[in-house]
């Protein structure tokens, strides 16, 4: 199976505490953090005794069927998950929340984000005789809590926490309890809510909406949120933290009616597009942004420049993911069955074309000609963030070095290949400043810049990532 996207996203996560519907508002929750993940999805419930989970490969009707779904029914916790893999094959065994069944008792895991230090745990783990179940990098916590020695389950999480490495929205589900933690650097958003009484958490607050909850705040950098039925305990882990939020989530990744720190992601996009105008100066007739994820980085951009925004370009909303070979000639046709152009539109007119990102180049370099053959008399492109020169190490799947674009062409080279009158950037710079008008307390860009803010262990070399996406 090869995708057609870009940009692959990332995994989504929710756990809820204490509601009798909770398999039920789990599975509604996932549903709105599906565009996070869909290689595969699960749901973990607790009796209040035991742990039971459902889970399945695919999207989440496909995952999780009615049947399983009604089996949960009338448990009062639950954590869910739908997945992306960055670490171990897209296999069953690899789907989350992972359910371990111990003496000291149950216990459910869903994680998103990567860990940079997973390898090297796992192996120190194994030769000490533990048998690990899946090839995901998430499952060494639940190693690393069963070895533990203290009574206290706080404890042992907290020496487990500072003993891994990477990003991580990390939930944990015991009979008693329900465990939310984010890494020291918040590279991941969790967003804590409230319904009908009963706290939860999620990725991103359109699943809190969805299932009609408050949304109350965002889980800060180290924090260690507990519910249990005296109610929620805060707490944290981290000696140092910082805030490094993904700067992708803003970009691309998060559904733009989420928010994050009370801000709509809708807005921030708007504004990265007005900041792009600010960066470039051409003049054009019309400006377009290529659809879905790139139509309020427009907005923003025409409301700026004063140049009237208009849909130049319309998407086959059923294609997706679609089952084809990974080659450049299938690749580029699949771009063409997901994005035409609307002739009358765009014909004499001289365009600017606003896109979030631009990854191998596909997109970009197809949407370019089909402008043109729509009868564009010029096309600007203008990219609502940095160029793309470096692969992520913390739960988002952006390519390999080779595989970017970027990482070996300057923009010169890059707008001669796709064959453009203009090519812009967003700066680093600019980015940044848009992201403190919203409150952002600090960003990762390493994809950017190459300035990883988290050590990176393992060390995925490029000839493995490669081997991974190609399925071997
Ligand atoms: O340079 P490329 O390799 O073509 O990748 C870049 C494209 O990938 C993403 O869109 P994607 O098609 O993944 O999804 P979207 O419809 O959500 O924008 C991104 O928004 C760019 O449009
Ligand atoms: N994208 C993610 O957050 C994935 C979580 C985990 N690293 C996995 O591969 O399953
Ligand atoms: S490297 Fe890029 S995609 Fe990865 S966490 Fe940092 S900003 Fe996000
Ligand atoms: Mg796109």
Redesign the pocket.
């Known amino acids: 199976m090869y995708d057609i996207r870009g940009l692959n ?3 989504g996560v929710f756990g809820i505490w204490n509601h009798p519907n909770a398999a039920e508002l789990t599975y509604m929750a996932l549903h709105s953090l599906q565009h ?2 869909q290689e595969g999805a699960g749901i973990v419930c607790s009796n209040g005794e035991n742990l039971f989970g459902a889970r399945g490969m695919g999207l989440l009707p496909d995952a999780i069927s009615q049947v399983q779904l009604d089996s949960l029914r009338g448990y009062r916790s639950a954590i869910g998950h739908v ?6 094959a897209s296999e069953l065994s ?3 929340p992972f359910l371990f069944k111990h003496s000291k008792g149950d216990l459910g895991l869903a ?5 940079t230090n997973a390898r090297q745990i796992r192996h120190a783990l194994e030769e000490e005789g533990a048998i690990f179940q899946t090839s ?3 499952e060494v916590l639940g190693h690393l809590l069963f070895k533990a020695k203290s009574p206290s389950f706080k404890s042992n999480l907290k020496a487990a926490l500072n003993q891994i490495k990477g ?1 991580f929205a990390y939930l944990v589900l015991q009979k008693d309890s329900l465990t939310a933690t984010l890494d020291s650097h918040g590279v ?1 958003p969790l967003m804590l809510g409230k319904v009908d009484g009963a706290y939860c958490v999620a990725s991103e607050s359109c699943a809190l909406m969805a299932i009609g909850a408050e949304y109350i705040r965002d889980v800060e950098p180290g924090e260690i949120l507990t519910f249990n039925d005296a109610g929620m305990e805060e707490d944290n882990y981290a000696l140092e933290t910082k805030h490094r939020m993904c700067s992708m989530e803003y970009v691309y990744f998060a559904r733009p009616d989420s928010e994050f720190r009370h801000h709509s992601i809708y807005n921030v996009r708007k504004a990265l597009g007005e900041q792009l105008a600010k960066e470039m100066n051409i003049d054009a007739d019309i400006v377009i942004g290529v659809p879905d994820s790139s139509l309020q980085a427009a907005k923003g951009f025409s409301s700026y420049s004063g140049i009237p925004n208009e849909q130049g370009l319309l998407k086959n909303r059923y294609v997706g993911r679609t089952f084809i070979t990974p080659d450049q000639k299938m690749r580029e046709r699949a771009v063409r069955m997901k994005h035409a152009p609307i002739r009358d539109v765009v014909e004499g007119k001289r365009v600017i074309v606003i896109d979030d990102s631009i990854v191998r180049g596909t997109t970009s370099k197809y949407i370019v000609k089909a402008l043109r053959s729509a009868g564009a008399k010029e096309v600007h492109m203008g990219i609502s963030s940095p160029p793309l020169k470096h692969p992520c190490y913390y ?3 952006v390519s390999t070095h080779a595989e970017l674009i970027a990482a070996y062409q300057t923009v010169e080279e890059i707008r001669q290949e796709i064959e453009v009158d203009s090519l812009t950037y967003l700066s680093v710079e600019g980015m940044h400043g848009v992201y403190k008008q919203f409150e952002s307390k600090g960003e990762c860009d390493a994809c950017f810049t190459g300035n990883y803010p988290i050590e990176i262990v393992d060390h995925l070399l490029p000839e493995e990532k490669e081997k991974k996406t190609k399925g071997v």
């Open positions: 996203e990332e995994c996070r993940g997945r992306y893999a960055t670490t171990g690899n789907v989350q994680h998103n984000g990567n860990l995901s990098d998430s990003a991941r739960g988002i799947d």
